[in-house]
């Protein structure tokens, strides 16, 4: 609680004084990541307190040491001495966090890897071994990781500076109105759920988001679409198609469906169709980071998915 004799003071600055143990840069990530809080409401870093204002920060849990190594079977669709790429199933975890500290992509990874001697880059610290970038649980398809800190780093730079080329399939609930499209909005944190991001205007947490997409396929209520996010952030994809009116299909959250049942689309009942968001990293072109080689890598749209455009298409 702000009281009387700090009122007016920026938030960093109250937060500096309060909590002497953390460092001012921890400080500023937590502000920059929404993890602080004013009377409800995420805050930035210059907001002017006021007496009797209720300051909430989240602090995160204490790292944990790295994964462990678990013989999970995976689908490699590149693999030398210095990066790798997966066929990433849906379900998987790419690295441990609260909640999902097994069944990894990190475990596995370090289980296939770390037994031929070369194992996975620690730049991502050690919870996230060679891991580059990630997909969402649920989300299947292409992932790349390194084996060396010097690949980490070239692979890294070039998602920074967006050359890598990411093209996604996804069945989505309703149709987009146009055929192809450009959808420019910024992404921040979602004002009342936590796990949940939104197009957001002006800001703390909001950054640009720029995603294409191209109907590939339209059916009754649902399509098939490629989409190409030409920036990286949370939930991108999801939250740009939910944005237009078409969240991506048997996405809980921002669709409000976990289940696809076959009477959805008036087919007989019977199994479920779906039980995860149809979304399928299906390819990704980057550059080898030890010969500079332009690489196509492809994993081919999963089984669920097929099944469900097979009941569209009969519907």
Same mark, same amino acid.
């Given at each position: ?13 109250? +937060? ?20 602080? &809080? ?15 204002? +209720? ?18 079977? +995976?689908?490699?669709? @590149? @693999? ?8 990433? $199933? ?5 690295? $441990? ?11 596995? +990874? ?23 970038? !990630? @997909? ?17 780093? !070239? ?38 759920? &936590? ?16 995603? &294409? ?24 994809? &999801? ?32 199994? =479920? ?28 749209? =999963? ?13």
């Amino acid at each position: 609680m702000v009281a009387p004799e700090s009122a007016g003071l920026r938030l960093d600055v109250f +937060l500096a004084r309060m909590i002497p143990d953390q460092s001012r840069s921890f400080l500023a990530r937590a502000i920059e990541k929404g993890a602080v &809080r004013v009377d409800g409401v995420v805050a930035r870093a210059s907001v002017k307190l006021k007496a009797g204002s +209720l300051v909430c920060l989240d602090v995160p849990e204490p790292p944990r040491a790295g994964p462990a190594a678990e013989e999970i079977p +995976l689908d490699f669709l @590149l @693999l030398d001495e210095v990066m790798a790429a997966v066929n990433k $199933p849906a379900g998987m975890v790419v690295h $441990p966090a609260k909640g999902n500290w097994k069944g990894t992509l990190a475990g596995a +990874l370090k289980w296939h890897l770390e037994r031929e001697g070369a194992g996975l880059s620690s730049l991502g610290g050690p919870t996230r071994p060679g891991i580059v970038h !990630r @997909l969402d649980r649920d989300t299947s398809g292409v992932i790349v990781v390194a084996r060396s800190e010097d690949a980490h780093h !070239r692979l890294a730079k070039q998602f920074e500076r967006r050359t890598v080329e990411k093209t996604y399939l996804a069945i989505t609930q309703g149709q987009p109105s146009f055929d192809r499209d450009e959808i420019s909005a910024p992404i921040g944190i979602h004002p009342y759920q &936590r796990e949940k991001m939104a197009v957001r205007q002006d800001h703390a947490t909001s950054r640009e988001a720029v995603t &294409r997409y191209e109907v590939i396929e339209r059916f009754r209520g649902a399509a098939l679409v490629r989409v190409a996010p030409k920036t990286g952030r949370t939930h991108q994809i &999801r939250v740009h198609l939910a944005h237009i009116g078409c969240p991506v299909l048997c996405d809980m959250l921002y669709s409000g469906r976990s289940v696809i049942e076959p009477t959805l689309f008036g087919l007989s009942a019977g199994p =479920p169709l779906l039980t995860r968001q149809a979304l399928h990293a299906a390819s990704l072109a980057i550059d080898h980071p030890a010969t500079g080689e332009r690489l196509q890598l492809a994993a081919p749209l =999963p089984a669920d998915m097929e099944g469900m455009l097979a009941a569209l298409r009969q519907a």
